[in-house]
T-cell receptor, first 111, second 110 residues
Framework: DADVTQTPRNRITKTGKRIMLECSQT?????MYWYRQDPGLGLRLIYY???????NKGEISDGYSVSRQAQAKFSLSLESAIPNQTALYFC??????????FGQGTRLTVV | GQQVMQIPQYQHVQEGEDFTTYCNSS?????IQWYKQRPGGHPVFLIQ?????EVKKQKRLTFQFGEAKKNSSLHITATQTTDVGTYFC??????????FGKGTRLHILP
């Protein structure tokens, strides 16, 4: 089983719909991240959490929200999806400021 | 805010040629990390450098961390088709969150 699991792996949704992307990890790490990947733009940070009670905005948080339900679970929500949120989304975990472990990614298409 | 910049954005090389990607941070980094993302895959950690001037090797890959701990490079000797992918550098910013460069996409011509 993967250390970091993202669901769903692929999703097509309509403009204006609410959608939640889920992430769970078995690494036992406190830190969890949500990144968005677009061609040529690298990995941009959406939100991050250093423990269950800690939630922080990243570089591109507008239009997104997160929930840290437990140490192992960190979900990303799009309250009202728009087409320019079409992207590849990655969840990652780390132990401190070192090596990040990534999930397989969720490919989201908003039509 | 703090930024991590990478050049080049794309690189095409003939199989067997060498390849180098460069990473520069706007501020001093406590460490620099390198990741590889294969086409259709997710980023996978390659290595972390911590010390000023540090050099590490993994087979044909050589990683360097600058003396000022603001820049780094990844050099691949005699590229192979298995080297195809996007290489990212990353590091913790002043808030300790890990930020990534935009990556260098490597294409290998047979």
């Amino acid at each position: 089983d993967a250390d970091v699991t993202q669901t769903p792996r692929n999703r097509i949704t309509k403009t204006g719909k609410r959608i939640m992307l889920e992430c769970s990890q078995t690494k036992g790490h406190d830190r969890m991240y949500w990144y968005r990947q677009d061609p040529g733009l690298g990995l941009r940070l959406i939100y991050y959490s250093f423990d269950v009670k800690d939630i922080n905005k990243g570089e591109i948080s507008d239009g997104y929200s997160v929930s840290r339900q437990a140490q192992a679970k960190f979900s990303l929500s799009l309250e009202s999806a728009i087409p320019n949120q079409t992207a590849l989304y990655f969840c990652a975990t780390s132990e401190g400021r070192t090596e990040a472990f990534f999930g397989q990614g969720t490919r989201l298409t908003v039509v | 805010g703090q930024q991590v910049m990478q050049i080049p954005q794309y690189q095409h090389v003939q199989e067997g040629e060498d390849f180098t990607t460069y990473c520069n941070s706007s501020t001093t980094l406590s460490n620099i990390q390198w990741y590889k993302q294969r086409p259709g895959g997710h980023p996978v950690f390659l290595i972390q450098l911590v010390k000023s001037g540090e050099v590490k090797k993994q087979k044909r890959l050589t990683f360097q961390f600058g003396e000022a701990k603001k820049n780094s490079s990844l050099h691949i000797t005699a590229t192979q088709t298995t080297d195809v992918g996007t290489y990212f550098c990353a590091g913790p910013d002043r808030d300790d969150k890990i930020i990534f460069g935009k990556g260098t996409r490597l294409h290998i011509l047979p």
